[in-house]
């Protein structure tokens, strides 16, 4: 079933074709999404000069998470999967050529940012548990924790690559040309969904409704090892995982430094992110829920570590240690959702899962902006390691003995007992 080349080990992924075909073209889109990122808090300053602005315009490209999430997780589980990635990624393309455009042309205001913003979201909302459960038909149930990997090392290849070359193009022509080179970078992921060879899909059963988000939430709340895993993610994700504000405001507030070395603060996380993405392949007998609780709580006092950092310097050779211990976290954790689902509803749960994930960013972002200006960045991100650390403490104190779980429980099962309870 596609097994043209020989390929073991931490590669094994690649042994599918359709997975070879995919891979580059999403490192091409990576770095365009990466580029966008930088581009638009950028942007962002330079027309408001206020973080309140920048948490803003964070939480409107999330908010769409808050009500297109679950139903993206619905269709992934309904509908072909490689057709609707198309679709997503086509409108993503528009948001981003809209805005370079615009900027170009000197016709850029702040309510376009926020209206692209939030076009961007809706693709990305629907995107995100769609990619999450196709990940499973191009390489099968086997190499699903592999791909998980991989796919985290390519969207980190990414970041090395993205902000740094954002910087250096906003430096030498404004924020104008990022957005273009993400744009173009989506017609890559596209090609590569159209050249894939649909005989080779790990075809899965599929469900007879595409309605029933509410199988999805019963599944996972009767999955201890998958929620704790959600509320871990969701404590992380909203107040942890916040690098482009935290390293937008320590650049130009803290530091005075300029777009190019704000741009390589992203490159110095993603050395981190893409050491640990590589290394998770590495660690697939580590993936148990508890390694999540107690990597989650090394990634927050990195955080709390890294608020007291002295100059640039040193601020941005910690950040590869900030980088390191949220992959690691976030891989184990997306692992742990997937692998274990079964994957009649792995759509639908997945949904749920970025739901969490990215859900509390809407709200995070404008409290982390607002809380930057009244006491200022450092104590910002403080606050932000120290409710990271201890809500991760209660979820262990809480939870510690109930999280292993035998995985592979099919949905007919756990439906049926939740069912008589």
């Known amino acids: 079933m596609g097994f043209n080349v020989k390929v073991d080990g931490n590669w094994r992924s690649f042994r599918h074709r359709n997975y070879r075909i995919l891979f580059p073209a999403n490192t091409i889109s990576n770095i365009g999404s990466w580029a966008q990122r930088v581009a638009q808090d950028w942007?962002?300053?330079?027309?408001?000069?206020?973080?309140?602005?920048?948490?803003?315009?964070?939480?409107?490209?999330?908010?769409?998470?808050?009500?297109?999430?679950?139903?993206?997780?619905?269709?992934?589980?309904?509908?072909?999967?490689?057709?609707?990635?198309?679709?997503?990624?086509?409108?993503?393309?528009?948001?981003?050529?809209?805005?370079?455009?615009?900027?170009?042309?000197d016709q850029i205001m702040l309510w376009h940012v926020f209206a692209l913003a939030a076009v961007l979201g809706i693709s990305t909302a629907i995107d995100a548990p769609v990619r999450q459960a196709f990940a499973g038909e191009i390489v099968g149930h086997d190499d699903l924790p592999n791909a998980v990997s991989l796919n985290s090392a390519n969207f980190n290849a990414g970041r090395l690559v993205g902000p740094a070359l954002s910087g250096l193009l906003i430096a030498a022509f404004g924020t104008g040309p990022s957005f273009i080179v993400n744009g173009i970078s989506y017609l890559f992921a596209i090609g590569a969904l159209m050249a894939m060879n649909k005989k080779e899909f790990f075809h899965q059963d599929q469900p007879k409704s595409m309605t029933n988000v509410q199988e999805g939430l019963r599944y996972a709340l009767a999955r201890p090892d998958i929620y704790v895993v959600m509320l871990m993610v969701f404590f992380l994700g909203t107040f942890g995982l916040n690098f482009q504000i935290f390293n937008a405001l320590m650049a130009t507030q803290e530091f005075g430094k300029g777009p190019a070395s704000y741009g390589l603060l992203g490159t110095f996380v993603a050395i981190g992110s893409f050491s640990g993405a590589i290394a998770s392949a590495r660690l697939e007998r580590f993936r148990k829920t508890r390694f999540v609780i107690l990597a989650g709580g090394t990634f927050a006092s990195a955080i709390l570590i890294l608020s007291i950092m002295p100059s640039y310097t040193t601020y941005a050779i910690f950040l590869p240690i900030c980088g390191v211990t949220a992959l690691t976290t976030m891989i184990?954790?997306?692992?742990?959702?997937?692998?274990?689902?079964?994957?009649?509803?792995?759509?639908?749960?997945?949904?749920?899962?970025?739901?969490?994930?990215?859900?509390?960013?809407?709200?995070?972002?404008?409290?982390?902006?607002?809380?930057?200006?009244?006491?200022?960045?450092?104590?910002?991100?403080?606050?932000?390691?120290?409710?990271?650390?201890?809500?991760?403490?209660?979820?262990?104190?809480?939870?510690?003995?109930?999280?292993?779980?035998?995985?592979?429980?099919?949905?007919?099962?756990?439906?049926?007992?939740?069912?008589?309870?």
């Open 332 to 421: 184990t954790a997306n692992s742990i959702v997937q692998v274990n689902s079964d994957p009649a509803i792995r759509g639908r749960v997945m949904g749920i899962y970025l739901l969490i994930f990215m859900g509390g960013t809407p709200v995070g972002s404008p409290l982390i902006g607002v809380m930057a200006e009244v006491i200022g960045i450092r104590s910002t991100i403080a606050a932000c390691g120290a409710i990271c650390l201890i809500s991760t403490t209660i979820i262990w104190l809480k939870y510690k003995d109930r999280v292993d779980v035998p995985a592979d429980i099919s949905v007919d099962a756990v439906l049926k007992s939740t069912n008589r309870n």
């Open 43 to 105: 942007l962002v300053l330079e027309l408001t000069n206020s973080g309140t602005y920048l948490g803003i315009v964070t939480a409107i490209q999330f908010t769409p998470v808050l009500f297109f999430s679950l139903h993206g997780g619905a269709l992934a589980d309904r509908f072909d999967k490689r057709k609707l990635l198309i679709g997503t990624n086509a409108l993503g393309a528009f948001s981003a050529m809209a805005l370079g455009i615009l900027v170009m042309t």
